[in-house]
């Protein structure tokens, strides 16, 4: 059974950084995007930053030029370095992984950022 570990989150104070790794465990393909997400309570999952397998990028405005995303093929491996961050960057951060129609989620790790 393929799963999804989460590590990294934490409390921080605003302006302070931390890096979120998420890597599938039992996965015998490669997945073409892996990304996170995040869901502040009362709001709706959204996209933070994805990764391809070709290397393309996305970012949410909300924290392009703050938060950088890399992958590792090989590994099945997604990070998420943060930066400058905000108190409206508080949620539960999830990992997220998809090839073709299967795609699968992480339990979630929390990030608040104190004002």
């Known amino acids: 059974q393929v799963q999804l570990v989460e590590s990294g989150g934490g409390l921080v104070q605003t302006g302070g950084s931390l890096r979120l790794s998420c890597a599938a465990s039992?996965?015998?393909?490669?997945?073409?995007?892996m990304g996170w997400y995040r869901q502040a309570p009362g709001k709706q999952r959204e996209l933070v930053a994805s990764f391809t397998s070709g290397g393309v990028t996305n970012y949410a405005d909300s924290v392009r030029g703050r938060f950088a995303i890399s992958g590792d093929n090989a590994r099945n491996a997604v990070h998420l370095q943060m930066n400058s961050l905000k108190p409206e960057d508080t949620a539960v951060y999830y990992c997220?992984?998809?090839?073709?129609?299967?795609?699968?989620w992480g339990q979630g790790t929390q990030v608040t950022v104190s004002s």
């Open positions: 997220n992984a998809a090839k073709s129609a299967y795609v699968i």
């Open positions: 039992g996965s015998v393909f490669s997945f073409n995007v």
